[in-house]
């Protein structure tokens, strides 16, 4: 006898979208109902999980290897699953959020991925959501223009042979979906309706095209959250029909659980993993999560300052490489943020240097492919990769046994000579009002002093605040970290903001309203887990 078929979901709080018929289906609603039914309370499980780890973490501020997963560390006979030949040549992959715009530049823009954002790069608007789902379905029909209002310019799709590969990236398991609730007023998980929808509209049409429903898993904590993700992977594949295996996903070890814990990441999604990614600023902000209060060795210098060089930082990404390669997965570097100037030369040479010099490093470390934020950056990652792979798709066989990093590498924040400093400082504020003032506006991956910012460092930008007052860092300057001194420089951040943009501007934007929710997130005694939290509650839309 069959099981009976879940209540339908509700769609609450949402202005009708155009098109949003041909996404939210019966047949779809009815999928994520059945995604929410049989995984949301293992979801709600990990994440209660999470904070019993971290109260662990405050209690003894260590992390080690997991003595009970030894066995799979030990164990050299399992591999991955093969690569699929579209995701075998990732040398280097342009991020963006699924704007109709985004969509026909980051596929027409000779990256060999696309990281197709619903997550750090797209604020959830109801809009953002459902629009960017009409957008990849036109984008695989090959139904897909944009003509900009300002400029007239037009743009179209290249040739299919032309066009990156998308790997999608849903929300994190922490974040709902307030649009979508079940019988009982529940909100299903972000992560399964981006998922959900996705891969319901897309995974046959994607197959018949020669690739499939690749995914990219943000916030990972633990194998634990890889094997419910896996779990989802098999549910999905047998409910529309397609084979097991079929599903790809590479995991951003993007938090400090996780990069205790790779090996039994890529283990739990062995049939369906296609990589590891170095998230950088998520890392640095999960570090501060964690360890907020251990103390004078974890306090952060500015986060311009920790570069990818850094002992803890270089320990965590050739591990990566290595236990990617042990493991026959792909390993994926992070993110060069630099958006070019039109205006200034200057910057964008030395700002050029850096990036080749930081896609050079992961090349001749033995990663497989890595990240920019803008098409013309594209360039310059690939010939540092090219450099190296040559006409290899890439270097798994550079298995790096010459890598050896302790559970103590990894935390080691005090090899670093740099110190949190008063410019950094106001960076931090600079950056996480400005950042959270056009994510209220539904903008997720927004420019601001020529870089590509997105929530992940406006987490670690309120994090670093944070963690300065309360470990009562002094500055160079003779200054103390205090509530009233980030009060101070929020306060001549508004006004700067105010007189660079002009008062019509001004009022017409969430200025006070960012300013606010930094303020409350950087400064409450009870440290928020995600700033998205508290800004979701305030998103219009």
Not at 78 to 87: D, F, G, M, S, T
Not at 111 to 140: C, K, M
Not at 141 to 148: A, G, L, P, Q, V
Not at 511 to 533: E, K
Request: proline share 6%.
């Amino acid at each position: 006898m069959s099981a009976p078929a879940p209540p339908p979901l509700a769609i609450v709080d949402a202005e009708p979208l155009p098109r949003q018929e041909e996404v939210l289906t019966d047949a779809a609603l009815a999928f994520l109902a059945e995604l929410h039914r049989r995984f949301t309370p293992r979801r709600d499980e990990l994440l209660a999980r999470r904070a019993e780890r971290r109260a662990e973490i405050a209690r003894t501020s260590t992390l080690d290897f997991l003595p009970e997963t030894a066995a799979i560390r030990a164990d050299d006979s399992w591999k991955v699953a093969p690569a699929p030949a579209a995701l075998d040549d990732r040398r280097v992959e342009i991020t963006g959020p699924t704007d109709r715009k985004m969509t026909i530049n980051a596929l027409n823009s000779g990256a060999r991925v696309w990281l197709a954002d619903f997550e750090d790069a797209s604020a959830p608007t109801w809009e953002n959501v459902v629009l960017g789902q009409v957008n990849l379905i036109d984008a695989y029909t090959r139904n897909i223009d944009f003509t900009d209002p300002g400029s007239g310019k037009s743009y179209a799709l290249r040739p299919d042979a032309e066009l990156a590969t998308v790997v999608t990236r849903p929300r994190g398991w922490h974040l709902n979906e307030r649009h979508l609730v079940d019988a009982d007023g529940a909100q299903v998980p972000g992560a399964l309706v981006d998922f959900g929808l996705y891969f319901f509209h897309n995974a046959q049409r994607l197959l018949d095209l020669g690739k499939g429903p690749y995914f990219y898993l943000p916030k990972t904590e633990s194998h634990l959250e890889a094997r419910l993700w896996n779990d989802v992977f098999v549910f999905a594949q047998d409910h529309v029909g397609i084979p097991q295996g079929t599903v790809r996903a590479t995991v951003l070890i993007e938090t400090i659980t996780a990069a205790y814990e790779m090996e039994e990441i890529l283990y739990e999604l062995r049939d369906h993993a296609s990589g590891l990614n170095a998230g950088r600023w998520d890392y640095l902000f999960s570090i501060v999560k964690n360890f907020r209060d251990g103390g004078p060795k974890f306090v952060l210098p500015d986060r311009n300052a920790v570069t990818m060089t850094a002992p803890f930082m270089r320990a965590y990404t050739e591990l990566l490489v290595r236990t990617c390669h042990k493991r026959g997965a792909h390993a994926i570097g992070g993110m060069a943020a630099f958006i070019p100037s039109r205006r200034d030369e200057a910057v964008n040479k030395v700002a050029f240097e850096k990036v080749k010099a930081d896609k050079d490093r992961e090349a001749n470390d033995g990663f497989d492919g890595s990240w920019v934020a803008h098409p013309d950056l594209v360039p310059i990652a690939m010939e540092s990769f090219d450099r190296v792979l040559g006409d290899r798709p890439n270097q798994k066989d550079r298995l790096r046994e010459d890598v050896r990093v302790t559970a103590a590498d990894l935390i080691a924040i005090d090899s670093l000579d740099a110190k949190p400093t008063y410019p950094g400082l106001v960076n931090a504020v600079q950056v996480g009002i400005r950042y959270i003032e056009a994510w209220l506006r539904g903008l997720g991956a927004v420019a601001i002093f020529n870089l590509m910012e997105d929530a992940a460092t406006a987490e670690i930008s309120r994090s670093q605040i944070w963690q300065w007052i309360n470990a009562g860092v002094e500055f160079e300057n003779g200054e103390k970290a205090t509530p009233e001194l980030a009060r101070k420089v929020a306060a001549e951040e508004l006004a700067g903001i105010r007189a660079e943009i002009g008062a019509d501007a001004f009022a017409t934007g969430h200025w006070q309203q960012a300013h606010d929710l930094l303020l409350r997130v950087s400064l409450d005694a009870d440290y928020a887990d995600f700033l998205t939290l508290p800004a979701y509650e305030q998103l219009a839309g």
